[in-house]
């Protein structure tokens, strides 16, 4: 089993759209949870990071952490096309985020 | 802005073959890392660096190697490329600022193809 499991997708919605991704994990030692958005033939980049249990917002972006049930989501509000890329998330024990645990990825389309 | 170069998008190496794929960093980052991306196994982490001349392994290491001769410059090699070596290659770099979560940068990737 992986230590990460993410929702696999694909996921198609409609311009407006809510969109909800999402991860489990297993290893309740992890204290750091993050973000990444890859568009197509880029690397990943940073989109946001949560320390701990919480919900954390930055514009039409909510990340929200349940470490009880240890699960992470990604909330889009007002879908546009632009978001249409892959979400990766990763999760690690310290600041060292360049040993993170990563997500397959879902990746996602937004139809105009 | 950060900017991590990748010398190369793409490459088409034969078996047996040694490759080195070139990763540069312009912000002066002490850490520096080689993952390979794969469908349904995510990013995994190869090797990594925390200072000129230093190397840790991650977690598949085996049949690569690194060098990092200068703070900027982190090189991956594959010593004899085999087919189940055929990926995207992922260089990135962060610094750490001692109170929040580092932040990682990444370049755009080498997909590499091992005939």
């Known amino acids: 089993q992986k230590e990460v499991e993410q929702d696999p997708g694909p996921l198609s919605v409609p311009e407006g759209a809510i969109v909800s991704l999402n991860c489990t994990y297993s290893?309740?030692?992890?204290?750091?949870f993050m973000w990444y958005r890859q568009y197509s033939r880029k690397g990943p980049e940073l989109l946001m990071y949560t320390y701990s249990s919480g919900n954390k917002e930055d514009g039409r972006f909510t990340a929200q952490v349940d470490k009880s049930s240890k699960y992470i989501s990604l909330f889009i509000r007002d879908s546009q096309p632009s978001d249409s890329a892959t979400y990766l998330c990763a999760m690690s024990y310290n600041t060292n985020a360049g040993k993170s645990t990563f997500g397959d990825g879902t990746t996602l389309t937004v139809k105009p | 802005d950060v900017k991590v170069t990748q010398s190369s998008r793409y490459l088409v190496k034969r078996t047996g073959e040694k490759v080195f794929l070139e990763c540069v960093q312009d912000?002066?980052?002490?850490?520096m890392f080689w993952y390979r991306q794969d469908p349904g196994l995510g990013l995994r982490l190869i090797y990594f660096s925390y200072d000129v001349k230093m190397k840790e392994k991650g977690d598949i290491p085996e049949g690569y190697s690194v060098s990092r001769e200068k703070k900027e410059r982190f090189s991956l090699i594959l010593e004899s490329a085999s087919t189940n070596q055929t990926s995207m290659y992922l260089c990135?770099?962060?610094?750490?600022?001692?109170?929040?979560?580092?932040?990682?940068?990444f370049g755009s990737g080498t997909q590499l193809s091992v005939l």
């Open positions: 290893n309740s030692a992890f204290q750091y």
């Open positions: 990135a770099s962060s610094s750490p600022d001692g109170s929040t979560n580092e932040k990682l940068f």
């Open positions: 912000m002066d980052h002490e850490n």
